[in-house]
Structure formats: C-alpha cells, structure tokens
C-alpha cells in the first residue's frame, strides 16, 4: 500500500512478456476509504485505551463467555491486586468470595446479564492477598461490529468505606431503635417546611393510637383543656428557638386520659428560619 496525495492505492505490478522484457504492469486499487476506516478504528482504540487507563478509581476489565479474563484496566489492577499479565486468561470468579462461588453467583450474574443485558454486583469481593472489599459494579454484554457476542464487560468500584458507613449507620439506628422502645419514649419529627410529621410506632402507642393511625394531626389527640396551652408553647418554641419541653394530657381512643412529658428542640437553616422540630 502506497500514500500519494493524501489517498491510498494498493499497488500490483507485474511484467509483461518474457523474462527479458523490461516492460511493467501497473495496477492501482484506490483503498482511501479503507484506510480512512482503519485510522478511525485505530484513533477510536487508543482513546478508549487512555480513557480506560485514565479511570483508575474503577476495576473494568472483559471477560469471554465462560468467564476468563480478556482484558484488565490498571483501576482493576490498583483495586485487586493482579497485574494485566498474571490475570489474562484466568477465570474472574477469582474475585469472587468462596461462599458466592459455592452458591454459583458468578454463573448466575452471567446468566441475568445474558438474559437482561446487564446485571449488578454489590457484594463482598476477594483482593489478590485475599483480604475482602465492597464492590458495587455492573456486568453488560460484550458484542463484535457485527453484534456477535464476544462475552462480557465488568466495571466496578471498590465502597468498603462507604459500606462500612452505612453498617455503622445501621447499627446506631437500631440501639437508638432498643433505646426508645427499653425507654418507653417516642419520637417525633416535624418537618416545618414540608409540613410533614413523623411519629415512631412508639410515639404512636403513647398517644393510644395504632400502627400507622396517625394522620398528621397532633393537637386533636391532646387533652382539650390543654390543647391551646400546647399549641402556644410550640409556637414560641419555634419563635425563640429555646428548647421544648411541656407536659400535658392525650385522650386515648378507649376515652382513658394519660399524662405526658415532651422535650425536644427546633432545628434552624443558616438564615434562622425554623425547619425541623424533634
């Protein structure tokens, strides 16, 4: 192949007569667009190369139909330890804990991204020196130009940290959950500016209502000889932002009348204006 002015020819020469004839045969096949073709194939591969390369915060790496691995970014490498040449034509389930590869779910997450075109992966991953991370991650098909099915594309990113906030989180929410139910305590959240109200269950049953009965209206359940007593002391408490604290009586449902104690505080925005009282 030959560039002449800016176009490409495939050239074929051959002699013409015998071996002692000095005459040539020239045939040029314009293979511009070819070329042009190919540049952009190559062009397009190497950016997607660097973009790969570049997206070091992310494990992204393709694998065949039977889960070897074809390719590996250095984010994969960074994230799970293995360099590109020690990981190419191994199956992925290496990443995969013991108890997931027992119960199939590397098959399994193939099998839903075959059927769905994709699937997620948020689970608990194994690194290279065997230690565990939190991955969320999404496996999608992986086709030719011609859209025959080559395997699968994986991209994942490593959120132990993350995960391990949210367990922290949970586990807090639950001993504040055995607390206010040992403590015979209910919580009340009200939202100034969306004017929505939330009530614990427990917060429920002191107010001798049942699961999920509460509508969003307080003053109705407070004893009427103290209601606007109430309803003024939330109201200067919202005004002044000192903390909240009263007592007063509720009728339950049976007509039964029950003394309780309320303390809680008005939460404010940056410019003073009340939006929360808990």
């Known amino acids: 192949s030959q560039a002449m002015n ?10 013409i007569g015998d071996e002692t004839s000095r005459k040539v045969a020239v045939v040029f096949n314009n293979i511009t667009e070819r070329k042009k073709a190919e540049f952009a194939l190559r062009d397009s591969e190497e950016k997607l190369r660097m973009i790969l390369e570049s997206a070091s915060e992310y494990a992204i790496f393709s694998t065949d139909l039977v889960g070897n691995v074809t ?22 389930f290496v990443i995969f804990t013991p108890e997931d590869r027992e119960k199939k ?4 997450e193939m099998q839903t991204a075959l059927e769905t075109g994709r699937a997620a992966d948020n689970r608990w991953h194994l690194r290279k020196d065997g230690t565990r991370f939190w991955a969320t991650g999404t496996m999608m098909l992986l086709s030719d130009a011609s859209g025959n099915l080559q395997g699968f594309l994986k991209i994942m990113r490593d959120r ?3 995960r391990a906030a949210e367990e922290a989180l949970e586990q807090s929410e639950a001993r504040l959950s055995l607390t206010v139910q040992a403590g015979n305590l209910g919580i009340w959240d009200s939202d100034l500016t969306n004017k929505q109200t939330y009530w614990s269950a427990e917060q429920e049953k002191l107010f001798g209502l049942a699961p999920g009965e509460f509508d969003g209206g307080f003053s109705k359940h407070v004893h009427p000889e103290d209601r606007t007593r109430v309803l003024r002391k939330i109201a200067e408490v919202k005004a002044t932002g000192e903390n909240y604290g009263d007592e007063f009586r509720v009728v339950h449902s049976d007509g039964s009348v029950r003394w309780l104690a309320g303390r809680g505080q008005v939460l404010r925005n940056k410019v003073g204006e009340a939006t929360r009282l808990i």
């Open 71 to 92: 390719s590996w970014n250095s984010g994969a490498a960074n994230i799970l330890g293995y360099e590109e040449g020690e990981i190419l034509g191994r199956s992925a």
């Open 160 to 162: 132990t940290h993350e």
């Open 6 to 15: 800016g176009m490409w020819f495939d050239l074929y020469a051959s002699r």
């Open 105 to 108: 779910v590397p098959e399994g």
